[in-house]
């Protein structure tokens, strides 16, 4: 961060009178920031965006300013000292502004792995920010919280008319069966015999007919049994509640807050993770009404964090300790327990976006399993056609998705393999792709271990 004072031109006293008179105007010099403001909107997304925003006061200050306020200060170059280490500062009892620092929050702001360089491109890029405008209903999203009505498979209608038509054959045949009797009862005969033996000569007088009828109705019974075995944890579809009602369109397409800011362990973990009540807090500590439930919802996080918001500070109890508890949330994807996934492999090593497993989040209130079709009408998937989250869906994506292992540095050992042997590259490479399949991808182990 490169501060400099604005100094007057050589020149006549007038015009010199004129360029230096604005200046005492105010009660400091005017400074300015050099640095790339484009590269530091990466650095600050990355480093600064959960507890800062350059406009809002969140976990900690806004920013905007804060290179004139420590300059004010006389304590311009110690603002380095300060983002890279905050607390050895602090410590070293050499920043007036730093001990009044300490006294707006009580955390104090994690050290950041961050050059002189960067801080400037950082500030450069709060300098110039400007809140986006965006015009009420036009910003591309879902309208949060609409009640869903599930669309109807139509079976219900044919099950109806099926039973419509039943009951038809039954009063029809109750009608002849009457007719018959009465008939019967007119010309009554010596040749008295049961129903069940009429039953049973009418049977056998049309042998051929209940024969084809019987193999129809078993075959029709055996495929709606293996339709229904089919079905067995195939969960498309499901969403379930959640003790907070939450709404990824508001988050994920509103606000555009990226997946791994909450669900931080996906690239590190089998896990992808769920945002803990402290993620949560970073900014509902600052925003505390919603636009569709008010604050009812957030105060069931600040209830979670053991968090006051009228006197903004945390609820202890007699040992000193927040009193708070977690936020116990429904799990959504669920796999059988003999079955290994991990995200890191497929998010971080194979470079799979998270739309080919989990669909358009940005337009899902809550979590949800979205269905292969939802999936297949996104740009960029891999095509499939089995149930998400089967056994076939898995193999099926690991048939079809190519691997690029010559711009991955997880594959550079199969590489190396491949190059030294001409025929086996040969073989890899009949189809101008590897597929995961290829790599072993089909290999019982890999998930079921």
Request: hydrophobic share 40%.
């Amino acid at each position: 961060m490169k501060l400099y004072i604005r100094k007057p031109f050589k020149g006549n006293w007038v015009i010199l009178a004129l360029v230096i008179f604005p200046l005492f105007l105010g009660s400091s010099w005017s400074f300015a920031v050099e640095g790339d403001a484009e590269a530091g909107a990466a650095l600050f997304k990355n480093n600064c965006a959960s507890c800062h925003h350059p406009l809002k006061r969140q976990t900690g200050p806004a920013l905007k300013g804060a290179v004139q306020r420590w300059a004010d200060a006389g304590e311009a170059e110690l603002l380095y000292r300060w983002v890279k280490n905050a607390g050895a500062l602090i410590s070293s009892g050499e920043s007036s502004r730093a001990k009044e620092m300490e006294s707006f929050d009580p955390s104090v702001m994690t050290p950041q792995a961050v050059n002189d360089q960067e801080i400037d491109n950082i500030f450069a890029y709060v300098e110039s920010f400007v809140e986006p405008a965006r015009a009420s209903g036009d910003d591309g999203c879902a309208t949060p919280y609409l009640i869903k009505v599930k669309e109807s498979s139509g079976r219900w209608k044919m099950l109806l008319v099926i039973a419509v038509i039943l009951a038809f054959v039954i009063f029809a045949i109750a009608g002849v069966n009457r007719k018959l009797k009465e008939v019967s009862d007119e010309f009554d005969t010596d040749d008295d015999q049961t129903y069940l033996e009429l039953l049973k000569d009418w049977l056998w007088k049309n042998k051929v007919l209940v024969s084809l009828i019987t193999i129809i109705v078993v075959l029709i019974g055996l495929a709606d049994l293996g339709w229904r075995a089919g079905q067995i944890d195939v969960n498309e579809g499901y969403m379930p509640s959640q003790p907070v009602k939450f709404s990824h369109i508001i988050h994920a397409c509103k606000n555009e807050i990226d997946c791994k800011y909450c669900h931080s362990s996906v690239e590190k973990s089998k896990h992808a993770g769920i945002p803990s009540v402290n993620i949560c807090m970073n900014c509902h500590r600052s925003i505390q009404e919603g636009t569709y439930f008010k604050g009812e919802e957030i105060g069931k996080i600040h209830e979670a964090a053991g968090y006051d918001p009228e006197s903004n500070s945390y609820q202890l109890d007699e040992n000193g300790e927040v009193v708070g508890h977690p936020i116990v949330w429904n799990k959504v994807h669920n796999l059988p327990d003999h079955v290994y996934f991990n995200h890191s492999q497929h998010v971080k090593v194979g470079g799979i976006d998270c739309i080919q497993c989990h669909g358009d989040v940005q337009t899902y209130d809550g979590g949800k399993v979205a269905s292969v079709q939802e999936i297949n009408k996104l740009e960029g998937v891999t095509k499939l056609t089995k149930p998400v989250l089967t056994m076939g869906w898995c193999l099926e994506c690991h048939n079809e998705t190519d691997v690029d292992i010559e711009k991955n540095d997880y594959y550079n050992e199969i590489h190396a393999r491949l190059k030294s042997n001409p025929e086996l590259l040969k073989q890899f490479k009949g189809d101008d792709k590897i597929t995961v399949r290829e790599l072993g991808g089909w290999e019982c182990a890999k998930c079921h271990y």
